[in-house]
Every structure is written in structure tokens, then in C-alpha cells.
């Protein structure tokens, strides 16, 4: 199972996980029966990659393995806005 960094609330197995710093504390009704659930404050969320392909609204960052110095699939090491000299390669149609 891999860490994510939550960046916007997920209800996942009555357990409402938010980013960390949110304000609410101890339970939250369920957007799902109602009912309360507990709240997970951390910022962040353990999923197996199936999980995590349900979340495709920007909900999930995922974190970098301890010990590794590469950043996550699909974004570059390198600051690109601070580059004067960045051109993004562009698309072929």
C-alpha cells in the first residue's frame, strides 16, 4: 500500500480523512448513511492503487518513498516557473 497526501477531504471506509490543519474535530456525519464517522486529521491516507484510482478529482498527492530523492510519476524534479530559461516541449498532434 502506498501514502498519499490528502488535499481535499475523502470519506473512505467511515472515515472522513482531511488535509492537515482542518478544523473539525472529532466526528463528522457521513456524506454517504449520515450517520457519524471519525476524522482523520493527518493529511494523510494509506491506499492500495486500486483505492487510490477511484479519487480523479485532485483529492490525492502521492508521496515519495522514504529514502527517495525522485519525485512522484508524472512531475519533474526541477522548479519549471523559476526557470528563465524553461520552454515546455510542445505537443505533437
Given at each position: 500500500m502506498a501514502m498519499y497526501k490528502v488535499v481535499r477531504p475523502i470519506e473512505h471506509n467511515n472515515k472522513l480523512y482531511l488535509?492537515?490543519?482542518?478544523a473539525i474535530i472529532g466526528k463528522a456525519k457521513s456524506a454517504s448513511h449520515g450517520g457519524d464517522i471519525a476524522?482523520?486529521?493527518s493529511g494523510t491516507i494509506e491506499l492500495t492503487p486500486q483505492e487510490a484510482?477511484?479519487?480523479?478529482?485532485?483529492?490525492?498527492v502521492p508521496l515519495a518513498k522514504e529514502g527517495s530523492?525522485?519525485?512522484?510519476?508524472?512531475?519533474?524534479?526541477?522548479?519549471?516557473?523559476?526557470?528563465?530559461?524553461?520552454?515546455?516541449?510542445?505537443i505533437k498532434q
Open positions: 488535509p492537515a490543519g482542518e476524522v482523520d486529521r484510482a477511484h479519487f480523479t478529482n485532485g483529492q490525492l530523492h525522485s519525485a512522484p510519476a508524472g512531475t519533474s524534479n526541477a522548479n519549471e516557473a523559476d526557470d528563465p530559461g524553461f520552454m515546455p516541449t510542445p
